[in-house]
């Protein structure tokens, strides 16, 4: 026992020993430790709240500058004219808004509302006689414009009490689409229930009938109530007014000249992303095929090559693309008007205040703003025939024009029938009134803005990631006075030809999200209708399915109706969708000839064929459903089709049918991308 206790005794003053050296070697390391964490601490805080600083007042500072309160007090307005425009509509209905004011006492600007803090609606009332008018055009299935969606968010989420504003509201719509008006409609409703006050009805113009004469039987009707509101009275000035003044360029820099970019000036020649609206990326095409074997029209498949540009893009989203008029069109309106194209100008805003110095990139040459900047094909609208009145030197011309921009009912009769339904564009009223000789510059300024095109994209990115599809058909059409008139985009790609005498063609283009998206899960069954170029986006969705599939993912039943002329002339994509069901992606290949036989068939003609099999899809395997193409028609038809299968199937009556169907829309299971 005493050996073991001396044992015991004997051990621990050894290990005690140890401990100690241990002790000590442990506490040098964790005060080294210790020292440099707390260095590194204390340096990379410093560090990181250096930048801090700045930042803070970078967001406050510009606060003043989004005040369209203080702009207008300053520049002595009291009516604003907000406008949500996609493709340029709306802008110019809230600048003809703006421009009317001086006629009754008052003073008006239009004003971009993503350029503004719009919840400085709610101080309006501080400006004696003050109106807020909203010229808001609903896009693709009910959505805000781009530029009016952070208004559309804040209008959400508000709980301002906007009890001192008083507003109008004119919208801008199409009938053929189930959300006719939404955001128009929306606007309206939501002023009001924040407690703003409604000094004119809503107008709900209407794209698909004649919006022209929409927005002027609604502001024929707006005014006078402004002015009852008001205790105004109109002026009888009716004179014209112009907004920008000319300055001629006789000795200029040719390197600060704009050539047809949208925004910064050399961007073509100089590319940096982001690409956007205002900066496009210069896509090189690398291929332009014509798809139909015959018959008179032209439908083309290319493909732009968007390598090293940063664009990334899904199935179903659309590509936007700048065109440019025919130089033909441009030099005749040069000869007509006895003017040097290549003149180079600026037209500046005589409101030094406004936002918008120039209507188009300015400084800039006639030729281009007439080619790259100037819509020259589409009717003009009123207000450009009134402007130009002055001009005509024959008495009976001058008279034409101005009862044509009248709001009498002859008047509009006439604008309908010689000018909407003849097609006459700017360049055909010229020709057919030898007197009208306006100035150029004027007419430049009076013109809209030529528009970018949107295409559906017959890509997926996950076969394609460096190329961007495009399906098209030109449009080309003889007009009742005997004029060929053709799209100006769709015949600008046509002459696309890739590496065209070693040069390469090229386009101006940036994509644009799309809610038009295949399901989450790849196991979830898809219907498709798209007759004619409406297919395009379902070649990306069976590109990428067949992609899914060879990943080893489980592919549900993915469905196609597709319709054509003649199978023979203009059956688009033929080998590519017989490969895809030859391998199994694409479960079903119904096809509609319309015209091959005596009776027309049409897609919903085979949909109802079908009536068992896709009310199986639609009702028990959770099938999503995906319309492209015609909305005046086909849609419409199609959509009464689900309507019939679901109520026959589904055992309910019309009404239920039609919420069914609703529903299915509600979550996204019925998804439309349509054209009128």
């Known amino acids: 026992m005493g050996d073991a ?14 401990d100690s050296f241990l002790s000590m070697t442990d506490v040098f390391l964790i005060s080294l430790i210790t020292g440099l964490f707390t260095y590194w601490f204390f340096f990379r805080k410093k560090k990181e709240e250096i930048p801090d600083l700045p930042k803070i007042q970078t967001v406050s500072s510009p606060a003043r500058d989004s005040s369209f309160i203080e702009k207008m007090k300053k520049t002595g307005r009291n009516i604003v004219v907000f406008y949500g425009s996609q493709t340029g509509t709306a802008e110019e209905f809230a600048n003809r808004l703006s421009k009317d004011a001086h006629r009754y006492g008052l003073r008006g600007m239009a004003a971009d509302p993503e350029e503004y803090d719009l919840s400085d609606l709610s101080r309006l009332s501080e400006i004696d006689k003050s109106l807020a008018v909203f010229c ?11 530029n009016a969606q952070d208004f559309y968010d804040w209008l959400q989420e508000a709980d301002t009490d906007l009890s001192g504003l008083r507003f109008a509201v004119f919208g801008l719509g199409n009938k053929t689409y189930e959300h006719f008006n939404a955001m128009g409609k929306y606007v ?15 107008g709900l113009g209407d794209d698909d009938g004649n919006l022209e004469e929409d927005f002027i039987t609604w502001r024929e009707q707006f005014w006078p109530a402004v002015c009852e509101h008001f ?59 014509k798809l139909n074997e015959g018959g008179e029209r032209h439908l083309m498949h290319l493909e732009l090559d968007i390598s090293n540009s940063k ?7 659309h590509v936007a693309v700048y065109p440019a008029n025919d130089a033909s069109l441009v030099n005749q309106l040069g000869e007509i008007l006895g003017t040097d194209l290549d003149t180079v100008m600026s037209l500046n805003n005589l409101d030094e205040e406004s936002n918008k110095k120039h209507p188009f990139p300015c400084p800039t040459s006639y030729r281009t703003a007439l080619t790259y900047y100037l819509d020259i094909t589409n009717p003009p609208r009123t207000n450009v025939l009134y402007e130009l009145a002055q001009y005509a030197t024959d008495t009976g011309e001058q008279e034409q024009l101005r009862k044509m921009a009248s709001s009498s009912a002859e ?38 803005r030529l528009q970018a095109r949107y295409y559906s994209i017959a890509s997926s990115s996950k076969v394609h990631p460096n190329s961007i599809h495009i399906c098209a058909v030109t449009v080309e059409y003889e007009t009742k006075t005997g004029r060929l008139n053709k799209g100006v985009a769709t015949n ?53 399915r067949a992609w899914l599939k060879e990943q080893g993912k489980e592919v549900g039943e993915t469905v196609l109706y597709y319709g054509c002329r003649r199978e023979r002339e203009d059956y688009l994509y033929r080998q590519e969708l017989a490969r895809f069901k030859q391998e199994g992606v694409l479960t079903q290949l119904n096809v509609a000839f319309s015209r091959d036989q005596a009776e027309k068939v049409y897609v919903q003609h085979l949909l109802k064929k ?3 099999h896709i009310w199986k899809l639609v009702n028990d395997g959770n099938a999503h459903i995906y319309v492209c193409g015609d909305a005046r028609n086909m849609a419409r038809d199609v959509q009464n089709t689900f309507y019939e299968i679901v109520s026959e199937y589904g055992n309910m009556n019309q009404s239920q049918a039609v919420d069914y169907v609703k529903k299915l829309m509600t979550k996204g299971r019925y998804s439309l991308d349509v054209w009128s």
């Open 5 to 18: 206790g001396m044992e015991s005794t004997v051990s621990p003053p050894e290990g005690t020993a140890q």
């Open 136 to 146: 808001m055009a609903t896009y693709g299935e009910g959505d805000p414009t781009d």
């Open 492 to 544: 600008w790609l046509k002459d696309k030809v890739p590496n065209e005498n070693g040069r390469n063609s090229l386009v101006p283009m940036y994509v644009r999200k799309s809610q038009f998206r295949l399901p989450f899960k790849p196991s979830t069954p898809v219907i498709m209708i798209g007759p004619g170029t409406g297919i395009a986006p379902f070649i990306g969705f069976i590109q990428e």
């Open 311 to 317: 664009i990334r893009y899904e199935s179903g989203d």
């Open 188 to 202: 309206d409703k939501r002023l009001e229930e924040l407690g703003a006050q409604r000094i004119f009805e809503l």
């Open 610 to 612: 079908n009536k068992e």
């Open 411 to 448: 008047g509009k009769a006439l604008y309908l029938s010689w000018v909407v339904e003849a097609r006459r564009n700017i360049l055909a009223i010229l020709q057919d009134m030898p007197s009208l000789r306006p100035p150029i510059d004027h007419l430049c300024e009076l013109l809209p």
């Open 231 to 289: 205790g105004v009275e109109a002026t009888g000035e009716e004179s014209s007014i112009r907004q920008y003044e000319l300055v001629v360029h006789t000795d200029v820099n040719m390197n600060k000249v704009y050539t047809g970019e949208m925004g910064r000036l050399k961007s073509y020649e100089n590319q940096k992303p982001p690409f956007d609206a205002k900066n496009p990326f210069l896509a090189v095409v690398t291929e332009n095929r």
